[in-house]
């Protein structure tokens, strides 16, 4: 898909450096969309000294049903690791619907926590590797079905705890999901595919749609959300703070993430990683004047904070990120 868009952006990006008579290090942007192809609801994690991207395969809505991965060692290059999970192995979900993958880890297994059969609920598989493959654990729903009217989608696991990745499993690890306008939280039990805690509706009561991520940074929890519609120039990312990961989340909340016709429409259902205090936004937008339902692209940019740590509006570009070694 629109190589020829990449490298004819790279030769402009060249002669414009070269215009300017930069010094011979050219320093690599990652241009946008960050993979080829038509990847949505990108969730970017740093796991082992890489960086991975967990998306939906944007597919036609019927071929909707398995779960790739990217990987990358620089932010410039990544590798298809292939099919992580595939539903032809699952037999308690339909064969659809496998949307918005979230990967955490603990004690040196990784757990992918997957929407399934469009209703039926969310799963959860593990692996020894976070490129997978992942092995269906339950061998049923870890959520069935629909509570508080949260459709059983967009699950983000958060682990609360000091580490690398803004936790490293060891301390309290908390599920996230819920469509339909409706957010729900549980703490996960020690063995991660389990609750310890009942379900709990955290919806913020500003305009939550979708799409749920949770980030503590100097101790202050972000809840960050979609908002809008995923088929239409509406689409966003709001966030609210608050002191737990629970809530209450205190407003007004703050739209940090829309579409910019210049550069892309429908701009949301995003995750957030960093290296040390360098901030970065992964989510999906689509290429302007491209209004098909699935044709939705894999971003990444930079995510700012002011210095009383309230997140700054993302400007969205075409260049992307600076390539960066982990
Ligand atoms: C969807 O899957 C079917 C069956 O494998 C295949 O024939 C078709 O080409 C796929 N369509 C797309 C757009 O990938």
């Known amino acids: 898909m629109l190589p020829s868009q990449r490298s004819q952006h790279a030769l402009t990006m060249l002669l414009f450096t070269l215009s300017l008579n930069f010094p011979l290090t050219l ?20 796991y082992e000294g890489a960086y991975y991207i967990y998306p939906t395969v944007s597919t036609v809505f019927e071929n909707q049903t398995y779960y790739e991965a990217f990987t990358s060692p620089d932010l410039l290059t990544w590798e298809n690791v292939g099919r992580i999970l595939d539903f032809a192995d699952i037999p308690w979900t339909t064969n659809r619907a496998a949307w918005a993958p979230s990967v955490g880890h603990k ?53 609360d705890g000091e580490g690398p990745e803004g936790g490293d499993g060891s301390g309290k690890n908390w599920l996230y999901w819920g469509g339909w306008g409706h957010a729900v939280v549980a703490e996960l039990g020690d063995d991660m595919v389990s609750f310890k805690s009942e379900f709990l509706e955290i919806t913020p009561d500003e305009e939550y749609v979708e799409g749920p991520w949770m980030l503590k940074r100097r101790g202050v929890y972000y809840f960050m959300y979609s908002v809008g519609g995923w088929t239409d120039g509406t689409y966003g990312v709001k966030y609210m703070i608050a002191d737990s990961p629970t809530g209450p989340f205190r407003g007004p909340a703050k739209k940090i993430l829309s579409g910019d016709p210049a550069v892309g429409t429908g701009a949301g259902h995003h995750s957030v990683f960093h ?25 990444i940019d930079r995510m700012y904070f002011t210095a009383d740590g309230e997140i700054e509006i993302v400007r969205i570009t075409v260049e992307g990120v600076e390539g960066r070694q982990l």
């Open 27 to 46: 320093s690599q942007m990652s241009g946008n969309p960050v993979i080829d192809g038509w990847y949505a609801d990108p969730e970017a994690r740093v």
């Open 107 to 159: 004690d040196g297994t990784y757990y992918l926590y997957f929407s399934a059969g469009d209703g039926v609920g969310i799963g959860v598989a593990s692996s020894p590797s976070p490129a997978g493959p992942f092995k269906d654990v339950l061998g049923e729903p870890l959520v069935a079905g629909t509570h508080f009217g949260a459709q059983a989608i967009d699950a983000m696991v958060f682990m």
């Open 275 to 299: 290296v040390g205090d360098d901030y970065y936004i992964a989510y999906h937008r689509r290429f302007p004047d491209d209004n098909e339902r699935d044709h939705r692209v894999t971003c």
